[in-house]
């Protein structure tokens, strides 16, 4: 039966709803936002009802001119717009010509709708002014869902794309940042080891020999350390780097952190910095199955981080217990009272080369290793690693470690653990 309302046959055949049928799971993926504009209000309601009814999870907007279409398109961005031919003041052809001319709207798929029977001429200028599509009425339900269908598959095709797009570009970008920041990371040592080998000459004086010979030590100590971070990124790709478990004592733990935190201070020059250890003395004296030197690689570049990113003010290091679903954790941390970190940064800086400011520029060098390579190695110790941070108020990291269970263990799930923290204040 035909509707003269609205132009649109009722009902489907057998066959036509079968189709239809297959339509619709494909639709349940990505988006659908559908902006119908025609003058005449049966025609809109008709319309609506007929894509709310073939399209699963279908959002339709109405307008009833076209001037205000093209307002509404550009606010709501739309995946495909139904566009009636003949309205007054402007028609659909003029309508889709300002859709696809704008900036803002050119990416919105718009197919064309005329009740009358229309030449090859008005298809050509329906086309001419950027129609992705052209039905005429009257037109049955299978064969509108079908093209919408076909609208939807083309916008999320080309979703992905952009995405895939934005990907590459970030790509280019990293890889330009990264090759950046390694150049300037080994040339500053470089240059300080070439420099300071030319200084030394027959009439150099005995002082100034074991000066320059210092700094040419350190700095190739700083090569060698960023060489072997370099090594240790391949290992944990390749899943070749080795855990050692072993029984470890909390104490010398804490011991060690101690040493670094004031070895990194001496050689900052951050005299101003004070050092604090919190320990919990009743878990000090416990063992955990784990590997010491792993953990200590893991502790000992928060130490240097937070010393690095903090001006004035302290360091805090230490440990405490925790329970939760009757296992029991050690939690280390440490704390700073440095720069502190966004929100949006907090797991940025545990991804592979990527730093806050990853600019030529910045004032805390460094290439964006150390985090990744920690994470890495407290997920391989069967433990977690993260950061709570207040920009301007400092940082604390924390590593957490199963006091029950080895390294690797699956008695714990990384929600248990999410779950076990406490904010050490």
Not at 103 to 110: E, G, L, P, Y
Not at 260 to 268: D, F, G, K, T, Y
């Amino acid at each position: 039966m035909f509707c003269c309302r609205c132009n649109f046959s009722f009902p489907l055949s057998f066959n036509q709803q079968e189709n239809l049928t297959e339509l619709q799971p494909v639709l349940y993926w990505f988006m659908r936002k559908i902006l119908v504009i025609d003058d005449r209000q049966g025609n809109l309601t008709s319309v609506k009802a007929t894509l709310e009814d073939a399209i699963p999870n279908c959002q339709v907007i109405d307008s009833k001119s076209g001037k205000e279409g093209i307002e509404i398109a550009r606010n709501e961005q739309p995946d495909v717009i139904l566009l009636d031919v003949v309205m007054p003041d402007m028609d659909g052809y003029e309508v889709c010509r300002r859709l696809k001319t704008n900036d803002q709207t050119r990416h919105i798929h718009v197919i064309l709708i005329s009740a009358y029977e229309t030449t090859s001429n008005n298809k050509v200028k329906g086309f001419s002014a950027g129609a992705d599509a052209f039905l005429i009425r009257p037109i049955e339900r299978a064969e509108l869902a079908a093209q919408i269908t076909s609208m939807l598959r083309i916008s999320q095709t080309e979703q992905r794309l952009k995405e895939a797009l934005e990907k590459a570009r970030e790509s280019d970008r990293l890889k330009s940042a990264f090759l950046a920041t390694m150049s300037h990371e080994f040339r500053t040592p470089l240059n300080a080891i070439i420099g300071f080998s030319a200084l030394l000459t027959p009439e150099t004086l005995p002082e100034e020999v074991l000066k320059y010979g210092k700094t040419i030590h350190d700095n190739g100590h700083i090569l060698l350390k960023l060489v072997e971070d370099l090594f240790e990124i391949t290992l944990i790709e390749s899943g070749e780097i080795m855990i050692n478990t072993e029984e470890v004592s909390i104490r010398p733990i804490l011991t060690h952190m101690l040493e670094v935190a004031n070895q990194e201070r001496s050689q900052l020059r951050k005299t101003n910095i004070d050092i604090r250890v919190n320990p919990d003395h009743e878990i000090c004296d416990q063992v955990i199955q784990s590997d010491s030197a792993r953990i200590k690689q893991i502790l000992s570049h928060l130490i240097r981080n937070a010393m690095k990113f903090t001006l004035e003010g302290s360091v805090e290091i230490g440990c405490r217990k925790e329970s939760w679903a009757g296992k029991q954790y050690v939690t280390f941390f440490v704390k700073d009272t440095g720069i502190g970190i966004l929100n949006d940064h907090q797991q940025l800086i545990f991804e592979l080369f990527r730093q806050v400011d990853d600019t030529y520029s910045r004032p805390f060098q460094g290439a964006g290793i150390g985090l990744f390579i920690s994470k890495k190695l407290a997920g391989l110790l069967g433990g977690e690693l993260w950061v709570e941070s207040t920009p301007g108020n400092g940082s604390t990291f924390f590593l957490n470690l199963s006091l029950t269970s080895e390294p690797g263990s699956k008695g714990s799930s990384q929600d248990d653990l999410s779950c076990s923290r406490r904010k050490i204040s």
